[in-house]
């Protein structure tokens, strides 16, 4: 299972050099003027994970396969976007088929590159953006509200639990806040996961800064992460422009040159690790002779659900799951010597997955 991250912003903020660094793709052209992403570029980059190379070399496997993860450059959203302004309407829909939106902010003063609104001001950038998300989830609401109000009356218990949730966000979307900060129990996730509200999805508040500021940040970075505290969103801290170099040069040569910069990992590392903390998510390996893989799930996934990341049949017909902690596999040197040492286990279906688990499914077919 792979995720996706839509990135958004206001024109010229830093959005297309960012994903085509991230990417390590000219896909998106990146140009000094508004609009220049006329559509929205999608690409996949391969989740950095130190352990799946180690466990590899153990298990003799003449492939490595990572997690996957997509990055979705969407065009500068501008105010009144939710009413058809500039190219707005046409990508909330891009947007929304999105697991996390990520927040890019000009947080750099440079008097060659335009700004839209002629002055650097993250946290304006920010409201403008995000205004016009909650305008958006404001319409769709208020259009599904008569017929799930109709619904419910009739006795629709699933309509009530839904009109409820509803009513809930749009309190908190009319005083011009998230429907993330909609408080709601664990039963009532999937129905307000169902409203497909674009405010609702975890944010990543990206601070990109000039190369000076890379690794301290700068007043404008201090100002989002106060912001990004009363949004229940998270904050790094990142510069396209190091990234888009960084990705032009050989393996071999990044890591002097992130040294030289005061970095101790390129930024998409961060950037990555962030979005698995905002979604919940987590890694388990399987390894042999064809490939060592690297396989993303939501934590608290059992071992079925694990299995079914791989296949469906594999969930339908699980009987049971060898598993191995990644520090025992590592430590004893692989499968056979964690079964010797009694580190190998039979999990059943009810066994909750642990971040780094070397796994071989048993199933019916």
Known sequence: MGFKMGIVGLPNVGKSTLFNALTR?????????????????????????????????????QQIVPARMSFVDIAGLV??????????????????????????????????????????????????????????????????????EKKAKQGDKDAK?????????????????????????????????????LTSKPALYVCNVDEGSAATG??????????????????IVIS???????????????????QSLGLDEPGLNRLIREAYQLLGLQTYFTVGPKEARAWTIHKGDRAP????????????????AQTIGYEDYVALGGEVAAKEAGKARDEGKEYVVKDGDVMLFRFNT
């Open 25 to 61: 793709t000219a896909a998106a052209q990146a140009a000094n003027f508004p609009f220049c992403t006329i559509e929205p570029n999608v690409g996949e980059v391969a989740v950095p994970d130190q352990r799946l190379e180690k466990i590899a070399v153990i298990g003799k496997s």
């Open 79 to 148: 105010k009144g976007a939710s009413k058809g302004e500039g190219l707005g309407n046409q990508f909330l829909a891009n947007i929304r088929e999105c697991d996390a939106i990520a927040y890019v902010l000009r947080c750099f003063e440079d008097g060659n590159i335009i700004h839209v609104a002629n002055k650097v001001d993250p946290i304006a950038d920010a409201e403008v953006v995000e205004t016009e998300l909650m305008l958006a989830d404001l319409e769709s609401l208020e259009k599904r509200r008569t017929g799930v």
């Open 161 to 197: 639990v839904t009109l409820d949730l509803i009513d809930r966000a749009l309190v908190l979307l009319r005083e011009g806040k998230s429907a993330r900060l909609v408080a709601r129990a664990t039963e009532e996730e999937k129905a307000f996961r169902e409203l497909q509200l």
């Open 218 to 235: 700068n007043s404008f970075t201090k100002q989002v992460e106060d912001y990004a505290l009363q949004h229940d969103a998270a904050v």
């Open 240 to 258: 396209a422009e190091i990234e888009s170099q960084l990705a032009q040069l050989p393996d071999a040569e990044q890591g002097e040159y992130l």
């Open 305 to 320: 659900q694990a299995a079914g990341v791989i296949h469906s049949d594999f969930e339908r017909g699980f009987i049971r």
